[in-house]
C-alpha cells in the first residue's frame, strides 16, 4: 500500500466524566477528560460552592443537604458552560457513594441519579477517600507514595498494595480537621472561608509560647479529642485572663499555634513510621486540612531529611472538589466499573481499603 492510499488511523475518543460531590459542606461539579492513548487526565471545569455556618457553629447534615439541593443546578450548569462540552460528549456520571454526612450525600446522590436518567448515561459511585488521592497522585505525579489523608472527617494514614489502598494508621476517635474546626468554635473564629484556614492565619501571629497540650500517638494511630478537650480548657483560661507557662498572658494566635504545632507532629510521627515501613520515599498530602503551609512545611523537613520529596496541592484539589470524583470515577469507569441505577445508595461509612482498585497494577 502506497503513502497516497494509506488510511490515517482513526483517533480514540477521549473519555469525559461529570463529578459531584457533596459529602460535607462543599458541593462539587466537576468535568474531565481522559486521553486514552496516553492516560492524560485533563481538568475542563471544576466549580464548587460552599455552605458557611455563622461562627461558634458547625454546619448541621439537614442544613447542609438544603444548601446542596439549593445550588446543585446552578454549580452543574456553570460546570457544563466552563468545560464547554456538550451533554452528548460525557460517558458517565460519577458521584461520591460515601463516606460523608448522610443528608448531604443523599442529596447529591439523588441529582446524579437524575442527570443519569435525563441523560442516558451510567452510573458509577465513588469512594470520597481515594478520589483525593487519584486526583492528588494525578496533579503532582508522585508515583508510589504514602499518602496522608487529613480532613474534617479522615484522618488515614494510606499505602498502596495488591490493588488496594491499604491503612496503616488512623484517628482513633475524632479526625484532625474536625479537631480544628471545633477548637475554632471556642474561640468563635469566622467559618469563612474556612475554619482551619483561619486558624492557620491565626497561627503565624503567635508562637511566642508552646502551650502544653496533650500528645496522644498509639502505635500508628492518633487521638485528638483530649488534645481538643484541653485546648478549649486553655480557650476558657485565656478568657479569663490566665497565664501561659511563662507567667504572661498567653494569646487566641499563641493557642492556634500550640495545637496546630501539637497535631501536626503527630502526624509527621506516623507518616515518618509508615515511610520506613514500606520502604517510600514520597508523601502525598491530600484532604482539606493538607493546604495548611505549616503542615506541609513539617512534612517536607521530615521527608528531606530521609532523602524523599513531599506532594501537596491547592485549595482547588485539596478542599472537596467535584473534579476528583470525575477523575476516580472516570479511572474506575475505564476498567468497566458501573454502579446499576437500584444500586446508586449512598454510605455514611466506606472504608479506603474497601475498593478494589483495579486501575492500578
Not at 475518543?13 to 462543599?26: D, P
Request: proline residues 4%.
Amino acid at each position: 500500500m502506497t503513502a497516497a492510499t494509506a488510511t490515517t488511523p482513526v483517533k480514540k475518543k477521549r473519555h469525559i466524566a461529570l463529578g459531584c460531590e457533596g459529602s460535607a459542606n462543599k458541593l462539587g461539579v466537576g468535568i474531565i477528560a481522559h486521553d486514552p492513548d496516553t492516560g492524560e487526565a485533563t481538568v475542563l471545569s471544576n466549580v464548587r460552592h460552599t455552605f458557611v455556618s455563622p461562627p461558634g457553629t458547625g454546619f448541621l447534615p439537614k442544613d447542609t443537604a438544603q444548601h446542596h439541593r439549593a445550588f446543585f443546578v446552578r454549580v452543574a450548569k456553570q460546570a457544563l458552560a466552563d468545560a464547554g462540552v456538550r451533554i452528548a460528549d460525557i460517558d458517565c456520571i460519577c458521584y461520591t457513594k460515601g463516606p460523608g454526612m448522610g443528608g448531604p450525600l443523599t442529596s447529591v446522590a439523588v441529582a446524579a441519579r437524575v442527570l443519569s436518567l435525563l441523560w442516558g448515561k451510567e452510573l458509577v459511585g465513588v469512594n470520597h477517600c481515594v478520589g483525593h488521592i487519584e486526583m492528588g497522585r494525578a496533579i503532582t505525579g508522585a508515583e508510589n507514595p504514602v499518602v496522608l489523608y487529613v480532613s474534617g472527617g479522615n484522618t488515614q494514614v494510606i499505602a498502596y498494595a495488591e490493588q488496594r489502598y491499604r491503612i496503616f494508621g488512623e484517628a482513633l476517635d475524632i479526625a484532625v480537621g474536625n479537631c480544628l474546626d471545633r477548637f475554632a468554635r471556642a474561640l468563635e473564629i469566622s467559618n469563612d472561608p474556612a475554619p482551619g484556614y483561619n486558624i492557620e492565619q491565626l497561627a503565624k501571629k503567635g508562637g511566642r509560647v508552646l502551650l502544653d497540650l496533650p500528645y496522644a500517638v498509639k502505635g500508628m494511630d492518633c487521638s485528638f479529642s483530649g488534645i481538643l478537650t484541653r485546648a478549649e480548657e486553655l480557650a476558657e483560661q485565656m478568657k479569663r485572663g490566665g497565664k501561659g507557662p511563662d507567667g504572661e498572658l498567653f494569646t487566641g494566635a499563641d493557642l492556634c499555634f500550640s495545637l496546630q504545632e501539637t497535631v501536626f507532629a503527630m502526624l509527621v510521627e506516623i507518616t515518618e513510621r509508615a515511610m520506613a515501613h514500606v520502604g517510600s520515599s514520597q508523601v502525598l498530602i491530600v484532604g482539606g486540612v493538607g493546604c495548611n503551609e505549616r503542615l506541609q512545611e513539617m512534612m517536607g523537613a521530615m521527608a528531606a531529611e530521609r532523602g524523599g520529596s513531599v506532594y501537596a496541592t491547592d485549595e482547588r484539589f485539596c478542599i472537596d472538589n467535584g473534579i476528583m470524583i470525575a477523575h476516580a470515577g472516570l479511572l474506575a469507569y475505564e476498567t468497566g466499573f458501573r454502579t446499576p441505577l437500584d444500586e446508586s445508595t449512598c454510605t455514611q461509612r466506606f472504608r479506603t481499603d474497601e475498593v478494589f482498585v483495579k486501575w492500578r497494577s
